[in-house]
């Protein structure tokens, strides 16, 4: 799992160093830092980490520790990879029946129709969802195209 | 090394005037190559010192060659009569229990001939059979040209990327149903009109279903699913979906968004068939009645074959397999 970390830390050189090791022990691998000299707020500089830990128990075994070190996580976030679907239905098609699917995160970005009152109706959608759910969307927008006999034409 | 020809259909006639225009190069591999043996509906052509190739590559029938023609005789006697060594298996394409050519290639591989084929039909009943066959009788079985016609599919995965495990392929299996689609990018035709003139420009089956529906993709890739993804799949496991429920509107829609619509087939933890939107920037965005296979690689990444998938252009991929076939004897000799 990846996480978006804001940590405070003391205006003192070697605090940062000292603030990365108790993510290395337990098995955090830090893809970028960013250090806010500029938002610094008294006697504490925010530095942004993006880290991936192996679970989430890593995760809080690292905050205990650094705690331990008088460093405090003052925001922690989980980033989420998303996909994006585009996709055009043919046939007369809900879209609240899109909406009202109970995959987590699905949100329609946008959506072209054309020829809305024809029988050869057509519908171009831009979706996004967390990486994880896309297959699972795919499968969906799959079911629901075939209840309401529309022809899926998903991107490759 | 002698060869027969079983089916003197659009390929087989076409092969043998390949033959006969390349028998030069051919015989840089094998000085003795000749082929013995020719068969249609109406007979067989049988003569081991070897046909006048000049004289089948004018003929229209075999009953035109007049000597050695055994009228009324079947392909599977002139396989087991013939002695030949390699035969190109080209009868029309049955997809529904893949005869006469399932038993055509069957008898030639338990006979102890090398088999090249164009025909889809007995590779999408019975790949796994067929291939144990070969396997059991030390026999080879090559089949370049059923999938994507004058591309090098097989060829490529097996001498090209030994080392890579493919991960996905996907690509545009049908000409026919290209050129409709092209047709209604380019030109905003409907798609009854578009049929209509691939039909008159002699470039759908018989029956139209076959492409539009997209039969004729749904076997290449059970064919390719077989071979090269080494699963064991048959047509019915192929999710299909085709090309007659395509609107205007909707080529329209997804061109306005940089889209194309092609039919393509992907063979990755599904098999499908189905219409899809193509980025214009796509490898795969390629028009007209071409076809293009694109693979991905561990190693290599991404690789993209385009060419013509079917017409007089397969006998590039067939005479290549008897090439192959030739330079394997002379090695091992």
């Known amino acids: ?156 | 090394m002698r060869l027969i020809i079983i089916g003197f259909g659009f390929i087989g006639k076409n092969l043998a005037k390949t033959i006969f225009q390349k028998v030069e190069l051919i015989k840089q591999f094998d000085r003795g190559f000749k082929i013995i043996g020719v068969s249609d509906i109406q007979g067989y052509l049988l003569d081991e010192k070897g046909l006048d190739l000049e004289r089948l590559s004018r003929i229209s029938a075999v009953s035109d060659y007049d000597e050695c023609f055994f009228k009324g005789g079947s392909s599977l006697e002139l396989i087991n009569k013939s002695g030949a060594q390699i035969a190109v298996e080209a009868t029309p394409t049955n997809i529904r229990d893949g005869e006469p050519g399932l038993t055509h290639i069957k008898r030639a591989l338990t006979s102890g001939i090398d088999v090249v084929t164009s025909n889809k039909g007995p590779l999408v009943v019975a790949f796994r059979d067929l291939e144990s066959l070969a396997e059991a009788n030390e026999r080879e079985l090559r089949y370049e040209g059923t999938v994507a016609g004058a591309m090098p599919v097989f060829s490529l995965v097996d001498e090209c990327l030994q080392g890579d495990r493919i991960v996905k392929i996907s690509g545009i299996l049908n000409g026919t149903t290209n050129f409709i689609l092209s047709k209604m990018y380019f030109e905003g035709t409907s798609f009854e009109m578009a049929l209509k003139e691939a039909q008159e420009r002699g470039i759908t089956e018989r029956d139209p279903a076959y492409d539009v529906d997209g039969i004729d993709a749904a076997c290449k890739v059970v064919i390719l699913a077989n071979a090269i993804m080494k699963r064991s799949v048959k047509l019915e496991d192929i999710e299909r979906v085709g090309i007659r429920g395509i609107t205007s509107e909707a080529v329209s829609l997804a061109k306005r968004s940089n889209y194309v619509i092609k039919l393509i087939g992907t063979i990755d933890k599904n098999l499908e068939v189905a219409p899809k939107l193509v980025p214009i920037n796509h490898p795969l965005c390629v028009h007209g009645t071409l076809n293009a296979l694109h693979f991905e690689t561990d190693l290599a990444k991404e690789l993209t074959v385009v060419g013509y998938g079917a017409g007089k252009e397969t006998v590039s991929a067939v005479l290549n397999d008897i090439i192959s076939i030739l330079k394997r004897k002379a090695g091992s000799a």
């Open chain 1, 1 to 156: 799992m990846r996480l978006d970390l804001t940590l405070a830390l003391v205006d003192r050189p070697g605090q940062l160093v000292k603030a990365l090791e108790p993510i290395a022990k337990n098995g955090g691998n830090i893809i970028s830092i960013i250090h806010e000299r500029e938002k610094t707020a008294g006697m504490y500089v925010p530095v942004s980490l993006v880290v991936d830990f192996p679970a989430y128990e890593n995760f809080w075994k690292a905050r205990e520790d650094l705690e331990k070190i008088d460093v405090n996580v003052v925001k922690s976030e989980e980033v989420i990879e998303r996909a994006n679907i585009t996709a055009i239905l043919i046939g007369k098609f809900d879209l609240k029946r899109i909406l009202e699917t109970k995959i987590k995160g699905l949100r329609i970005i946008d959506f072209e129709v054309s020829a809305p009152t024809s029988k050869e109706a057509c519908i171009k959608l831009n979706l996004e969802i967390p990486m994880e759910s896309a297959d699972e969307a795919m499968r969906e927008l799959k079911r629901i195209s075939r209840e309401e006999n529309a022809i899926l034409v998903s991107s490759i």
